[in-house]
C-alpha cells in the first residue's frame, strides 16, 4: 500500500476522498469487494451457499488450493511460474501412500520424508531456474510432465489406500468441543469470535501508531468499512461452522500459513527483497541483493509447500490415485492473479491470493450447486481469469 497521504482540497466531501483512495487502491480492495459480491449473488440465486456443511466443504475442497496459492505467490512475485505443482503433489501424496500402507511406515515420519522430498523437488526446479538460468516456464512444464510420469510408475493403475485414520485427520478433522452441550460447538465460537476480536485490535493498534507518525494514508470510512467487513466475515463462518462439526484441523493450518507468510512477505527484510526482486531483478542485484538465492529459496518453498498440499489432498479422499492433482495449478494460479498479484511480477498479497481462491471456491461450489455443467464452469472461470489480467495490465499501463 502506498504511503504518501492523499491530499484533500480544504472543504471537500469525506465521501470522495473515501472514493478517490478506492480508485487508487482498487487492486487492493476491489477483490474483496468481489468476493463479497459473488458470495451475496450465489447465496440469493441458491439460497443455501452459506449453509454449515456447504461452508464447513468450502474450506476443505479448497484447502489445499490456498496452501499452493500461498507459496506460488512468492514465486509470482519475483516474475517465475511454477506449472508443476499439481503433479508434485499428487507425486507426493502417491509416495505418501505407498510409505504408509505398502511400506506400513508410521503416518508423521512418512509425512515427514514426503515434505523433505517436495523441498529437494522445489531445490532442483529452483536451482535451474536461479543459477542455470533456464527459464521457469520450461523447467516445470517439464517437471509437471516429469512428475506425472513418476505418480503413474508409484501407484500404476490402482488407488493406494486406505490411508491410516489418524493421518486422515490431517484433512478430515475437527478440533474437540471444551465446551460441550450448548446446541453449538461453543469452543469454535469462542476462538472464532477472539480471532475477530484480535484482528481488530490490531488494526487499530496499527492506525494508531501510523497516525502518529502521520502515514495514516487510509481514510477513516475505508478503514472501519474494511475491517467491519472482515471482523463480520469472520464472525458468520465461525457460526456457520459451529453449527456443523466445529473447527477443521485443516483450516487451523491455512490459518497459521496465511499469518506466517503474511508476516514474512510484509514485516521482514527477506519479504521486502522478495517484492525487489520481481520490481527490477537487475537494480535489486546491483543494490546487493542475492537475487539467484531469493529466486531459488521461493522455489524451495513451493515445492515444500505442494508437498504438504499434496498430502491434504490425500488425507481428504483417504487414499492416492494417479489422476490426483491434475490441473490443480491452473487453480492455484488463477488464484493468485485473481487476487491481486501481477503477471509482470513485484504485486501481490498473501491475503489478496486467498481472496483469489475462495473466488474461485465460491464459484465452483455455486455453481455446482445451481446445476451448472462442467464445461460452462470452466468456461467462466477462464473469462474470469482473463477479466483479472486484463485488469492488471491496463492498471499497470494506466500507472
Not at 508423521?108 to 515434505?115: D, H, K, S
Request: positive net charge; aromatic residues 8%; charged residues 10%.
Amino acid at each position: 500500500m502506498s504511503t504518501q497521504s492523499i491530499e484533500r482540497p480544504k472543504g471537500a466531501a469525506p465521501g470522495n476522498a473515501n472514493l478517490d483512495f478506492f480508485k487508487t487502491h482498487i487492486r487492493e480492495y476491489g477483490m474483496l469487494v468481489a468476493l463479497v459480491l459473488i458470495t451475496v449473488f450465489f447465496q440469493a440465486m441458491t439460497g443455501n451457499l452459506l449453509a454449515p456443511q456447504n461452508v464447513t466443504n468450502l474450506f476443505l475442497q479448497n484447502s489445499f488450493i490456498i496452501i499452493m496459492a500461498i507459496g506460488m505467490l512468492l514465486v509470482i512475485v519475483t516474475g517465475h511460474i511454477d506449472l508443476s505443482v499439481g503433479s508434485v503433489a499428487g507425486f507426493i501424496g502417491g509416495l505418501g501412500a505407498v510409505l504408509m500402507v505398502n511400506q506400513k511406515m508410521d503416518p508423521f515420519l512418512a509425512a515427514g520424508i514426503c515434505l523433505a522430498v517436495g523441498a529437494l523437488i522445489g531445490a532442483a526446479q529452483g536451482w535451474l531456474v536461479a543459477y542455470f538460468k533456464v527459464p521457469s516456464f520450461i523447467v516445470t512444464l517439464a517437471g509437471m510432465l516429469v512428475f506425472r510420469g513418476l505418480t503413474l510408475k508409484v501407484l500404476g493403475s490402482t488407488s493406494v489406500g486406505p490411508i491410516p485414520n489418524e493421518f486422515q485427520l490431517l484433512s478430515k478433522g475437527y478440533i474437540p468441543d471444551a465446551l460441550p452441550g450448548y446446541g453449538l460447538h461453543m469452543t469454535t465460537l469462542v476462538l472464532g469470535l477472539a480471532v475477530a476480536a484480535l484482528m481488530l485490535w490490531f488494526a487499530m493498534r496499527k492506525r494508531a501508531k501510523q497516525a502518529r507518525f502521520g502515514r495514516a494514508d487510509e481514510p477513516f470510512g475505508i478503514f472501519v468499512a474494511r475491517n467491519a467487513i472482515v471482523a463480520a466475515a469472520i464472525v458468520l463462518i465461525t457460526l456457520q461452522l459451529s453449527e456443523h462439526r466445529g473447527l477443521p484441523i485443516v483450516l487451523i493450518i491455512m490459518g497459521v500459513l496465511i499469518a506466517v507468510y503474511g508476516f514474512i512477505t510484509t514485516r521482514t527484510t527477506v519479504g521486502r527483497r522478495i517484492y525487489a526482486v520481481g520490481g527490477n531483478e537487475k537494480a535489486a542485484k546491483l543494490s546487493g541483493i542475492k537475487t539467484e538465492r531469493l529466486v531459488f529459496l521461493t522455489f524451495v518453498n513451493m515445492g515444500f509447500l505442494a508437498a504438504l498440499a499434496g498430502l491434504v489432498f490425500a488425507a481428504r479422499f483417504g487414499s492416492a490415485t494417479a489422476k490426483a492433482g491434475a490441473s490443480l495449478e491452473l487453480d492455484v494460479i488463477a488464484a493468485c492473479f485473481i487476487g491481486g498479484a501481477s503477471a509482470y511480477g513485484g504485486v501481490g498479497k498473501v491475503v489478496g491470493a486467498v481472496v483469489g481462491a475462495f473466488i474461485m471456491g465460491v464459484m465452483n461450489m455455486g455453481m455446482s450447486i445451481m446445476g451448472i455443467g462442467i464445461d460452462d464452469q470452466q468456461l467462466i472461470k477462464g473469462l474470469v481469469l482473463l477479466a483479472a489480467v486484463c485488469f492488471d495490465v491496463y492498471n499497470r499501463n494506466k500507472a
